[in-house]
């Protein structure tokens, strides 16, 4: 009999109690393994609860003997029986003191061989996995993620509930707005030649939420990016969205602290000491290299510029002569590395822009790759500066200062992981503010928006716009943790003539802006209170919550980093009445 005909699960396989011993239980699930030794036959039967063993025996009725002989990996099954204590207890199993004596065995569907063994921590290659995700995902460690995002997804739910958040959906099929990375565009079959696009955020939609007062807006918000991916992006990604009104940045960070402080308590029964430090955006580079340090070693950047433009080594003078910087890391006990290992350090900053690296071993007898250009006292006074010792490593870059932080900041964290030097039970929170509001974009030759072109300028900076835009600063903020930015926001601009203005820094004309973002504007005639809000990347939480190295491992269906789809193999071609109906014609593009 292959149905569950007359049969109620009384549980989940692993969610029995011990008050029902030598009570009758129904339990349904996957067989992981069966082991037939004659007259007897034991199965461990396995859902997303954990296993249990199955015992048939010469106690069981004959025919369910024969069943069970038929069993094999994967097959569904139904069964009845005693719950008892085994004689021979597993250690290494949740229920190993337990067992299901069955009397009645069904076997609901068979199965073909996996393609791979369903266990925990496999080392099969991920692209025959995601090929094959749905067995995938039926692996133990996998099915314990997916659980976990459910639950920090109700976390936070309850956590903004409780703070006067009101979710509120915001569409899917918006407009077109480009800036930044690419839409998703979705054709118009009603409006020919128009087209949708997919959110890349609900920015729009939740600033319009505030004007119209509903004051705390939340969102587990699906967004789009049409962009170049990396191993850690995906097309579609998940945001923890937020908006608030009548607030200041000091509001929604002290928010955003209790929300984490909440979270990690629940999740990890761990105590994030508050409130978080706090970085601008200039002391982050300047110390660490990069806007989303990992605080969980020290080995920060040491800018010896003055003393490197005083040698004869042209590496050093030529960068500062170009208005560049030198600057050094100082690895601790670093002297010992060899060549070789140095030698793939300076292969692996030019990843960074850096055309090179500079390197001194403070031994007794020092050694470097420049030290004909320099004397034991110049050496000394570097040691003094950066406060070296012996038995350290020294290693350098020239060039402009944005090559050298790039470079260095990813450099010590190479190294940090390269030594062991990263305390990996350690939760380290940091915000940077001050971000800059505008960077030049050379290759578009105009401003281009360091967060997003709604982002208000800090007041004191608001003169700078009209002289020297590069130098304002927004009312931005990223909350960082462990290296990764696990969220960002800002207070939003709520005036008009000020949006207009930035609008036009970015090169937007009026006609341009208004085709863009002519309903939000048109909205803000009918005011608007002060605002702001954030983001955190819920996949990239849940990572880190997971102790998982991508974001694809809390996915359940995610996209390899051509942003296709290995299990059903989109994107695919669709019928030619499908695109005529759209007024589509397709142009070969494979030569382009």
Request: charged letters at 30%; proline letters at 4%; a negative charge.
């Amino acid at each position: 009999m292959n149905t569950i005909e007359g049969m109620k699960r009384s549980c989940l396989v692993a969610e029995f109690t011990s008050e029902q011993e030598g009570s009758e239980l129904t339990l349904m699930g996957w067989c992981h393994r069966q082991r037939d030794i004659g007259n007897l036959v034991f199965i461990t039967l396995r859902d997303r609860s954990g296993e249990l063993q199955l015992v048939i025996d010469d106690q069981s009725p004959v025919e369910i003997l024969e069943i069970a002989r038929q069993v094999r990996s994967e097959f569904v099954l139904a069964c009845k029986g005693i719950l008892r204590k085994r004689q021979d207890i597993n250690p290494n199993m949740p229920t190993g003191e337990w067992e299901l004596h069955v009397n009645e065995l069904r076997i609901l569907s068979k199965a073909k061989t996996p393609p791979f063994y369903i266990e925990e921590n496999i080392d099969t290659g991920e692209s025959l996995r995601l090929e094959y995700r749905y067995l995938d995902l039926r692996r133990p460690d996998l099915q314990k993620k997916i659980i976990k995002r459910h639950r920090i997804t109700k976390w936070t739910r309850d956590f903004f509930e409780q703070q006067g958040f009101i979710e509120i959906e915001t569409p899917m099929l918006i407009k077109s707005t480009p800036e930044g990375a690419r839409d998703y565009l979705v054709p118009s079959r009603v409006f020919p030649g128009k087209f949708f696009a997919l959110p890349q955020s609900p920015q729009l939609y939740k600033q319009l939420l505030m004007l119209s007062g509903y004051d705390r807006y939340m969102q587990i918000a699906k967004c789009f990016r049409d962009e170049d991916l990396r191993a850690d992006r995906q097309p579609e990604f998940t945001q923890i969205d937020l908006e608030m009104s009548f607030v200041q940045a000091e509001d929604i960070m002290e928010l955003i602290e209790n929300y984490l402080a909440y979270l990690w308590d629940k999740s990890e029964g761990y105590q994030i000491d508050l409130p978080i430090p706090r970085l601008t955006y200039a002391e982050a580079l300047r110390r660490f290299g990069l806007d989303n340090p990992d605080l969980r070693f020290a080995m920060e950047l040491h800018d010896v510029s003055a003393l490197a433009s005083q040698t004869d080594f042209r590496v050093f003078s030529g960068a500062i002569e170009n208005g560049g910087s030198v600057q050094l890391i100082v690895v601790p006990q670093g002297s010992s590395m060899t060549r070789r290992e140095i030698d793939s350090l300076t292969d692996y900053v030019k990843d960074y822009r850096a055309k090179g690296l500079a390197w001194l071993a403070l031994e007794a007898e020092p050694r470097g790759s420049f030290l004909k250009f320099v004397d034991h006292a110049w050496i000394e006074q570097v040691k003094t500066q950066v406060a070296a010792e012996t038995g350290d490593l020294l290693l350098f870059v020239a060039d402009q200062t944005d090559v050298v932080y790039d470079a260095l900041g990813h450099l010590r964290e190479e190294i940090a992981k390269r030594l062991n030097m990263i305390d990996e039970n350690k939760w380290s929170f940091v915000w940077i503010t001050e971000f800059p509001m505008f960077e030049y974009n050379e290759d578009e030759d105009r401003y281009v928006a360091v967060h997003h072109p709604f982002t208000s300028p800090m007041d004191e900076d608001l003169h700078l716009l009209e002289t020297d835009p590069e130098l304002c600063r927004a009312k931005a903020y990223d909350i960082v943790l462990n290296g990764n930015e696990i969220g960002g926001g800002s207070i939003r601009i709520h005036d008009e003539d000020l949006q207009n203005k930035v609008f036009n820094l970015l090169g937007l004309s009026k006609e341009e802006s208004t085709e863009r973002f002519g309903f939000l504007l048109k909205a803000f005639q009918y005011g608007v209170p002060p605002h702001g809000g954030l983001a955190f990347g819920l996949d990239r939480l849940v990572m880190l919550l997971t102790d998982s190295t991508s974001i694809r491992d809390v996915i359940a269906f995610p996209k390899v980093q051509n942003s296709s789809c290995l299990m059903s193999n989109a994107p695919s071609s669709v019928a030619e009445d499908q695109l005529t109906e759209l007024g589509i014609e397709l142009t070969d593009l494979t030569d382009s």
